[in-house]
């Protein structure tokens, strides 16, 4: 029976790859987060992967995520529309539905924007809001990144967010990227905010590739 949906599942996605202007990406992302939840609290580890289709800017997938803590568990189901102008300014407008199937199952849902701009050769700016319509909860991050070289990226990212009633709080990060090849990249950060007990140190390998179609 496995085989046989394995079989359906792979002829779906090969007829899909094969419509015109429709590609199909995928990738995983392998984490380890230092006392991310306070002093003494050890390694948290987090293993993700996604697949994604897309055809002429529109685009829907499913990313999933497996953690040490089986309440941190969690699958998304996201769709939205993309795009980019000559001059490089980018925008992502999308929905996403967050489900936990071992704390409650199906949680929430967002309306997110996403925008981008490069400013000069090496640097680029970032801005992404999101808005939980049933909670009535936003939050709203800026980041920016500069190409040391080719391979190499420092980066940074601030975020105010809305928890319940609570009075906003505050997250920011700072990092670097070194990248191996077109696919492969590993990633050193440090995360604080206002809500966390502590900073906290996280590194990651990150893999994405195009699986059919492009």
Not at 175 to 193: K, L, M, N, P, S
């Amino acid at each position: 029976m496995r085989t046989i949906l394995g079989m359906t599942a792979l002829a779906f996605s090969a007829g899909l790859a094969a419509a015109q202007d429709v590609v199909v990406y995928g990738g995983a992302e392998l984490e380890f987060l230092h006392e991310e939840f306070g002093p003494g609290t050890g390694t948290s580890s987090y293993l993700s992967g996604y697949v994604e289709v897309e055809t002429r800017g529109f685009y829907a997938g499913l990313w999933a995520q497996v953690a040490d803590d089986d309440l941190m568990d969690e699958v998304d189901l996201y769709l939205g529309y993309r795009a980019e102008t000559a001059g490089g300014f980018s925008y992502d407008i999308g929905y996403s539905r967050y489900y936990y199937p071992n704390d409650g199952g199906d949680c929430c849902g967002e309306i997110t924007l996403a925008l981008g701009m490069p400013v000069g050769d090496k640097l680029s700016a970032t801005l992404d809001l999101a808005y939980d319509p049933e909670a009535e909860l936003g939050n709203a991050y800026v980041g920016a990144a500069f190409a040391v070289t080719d391979a190499v990226e420092i980066s940074a990212n601030y975020g105010v967010y809305e928890v319940d009633a609570a009075p906003s709080e505050q997250e920011w990060d700072l990092g670097a990227t070194y990248y191996i090849g077109e696919e492969t990249a590993v990633d050193a950060r440090w995360y604080d905010g206002s809500e966390y007990v502590d900073g906290y140190f996280g590194l990651s390998l990150t893999w994405d590739t195009t699986l059919m179609g492009g």
